[in-house]
């Protein structure tokens, strides 16, 4: 089992930055695919950016060259740092691990931090 709890939303101003944070528990491994995602009402979550083991990030096309993400093996802890925020970047962020067994995929889930870009 996988226990994932993140921080760090809040609001900001169009322009601004935020820093959140997932903090990891439980059989969590180095080569775990672990990301983030948003979602706002109505609409599906939709993937910011992934990272595999300690391979290159991906991200969003909607968030390239603003949003970073890092991962810190050791507590193991992941994060996202967020520039030049907008508000369309409004939405619940949530921590997402991803192990596989037996070729099937088992996902885990924190309950997500909102984060809201005012204009």
């Known amino acids: 089992q996988v226990q994932l709890v993140e921080s760090g939303g809040g609001l900001v101003q169009a322009g601004g930055s935020l820093r959140l944070s997932c903090a990891a528990a439980?059989?969590?491994?180095?080569?775990?695919?672990m990301g983030w995602y948003r979602q706002t009402p109505g609409k599906q979550r939709e993937l910011v950016g992934n990272k595999i083991g300690d391979d290159t990030p991906h991200y969003a096309d909607s968030v390239k060259g603003r949003f970073t993400i890092s991962r810190d093996f050791a507590k193991p802890f992941l994060y996202l740092q967020m520039n030049n925020l907008k508000p369309e970047d409004t939405a619940d962020y949530y921590c997402?691990?991803?192990?596989?067994?037996?070729?099937?995929?088992?996902?885990?889930w924190g309950r997500g931090t909102q984060v809201t870009v005012s204009s």
């Open positions: 997402n691990l991803k192990q596989w067994n037996s070729g099937a995929p088992q996902d885990y």
């Open positions: 439980g059989r969590v491994l180095d080569i775990d695919e």
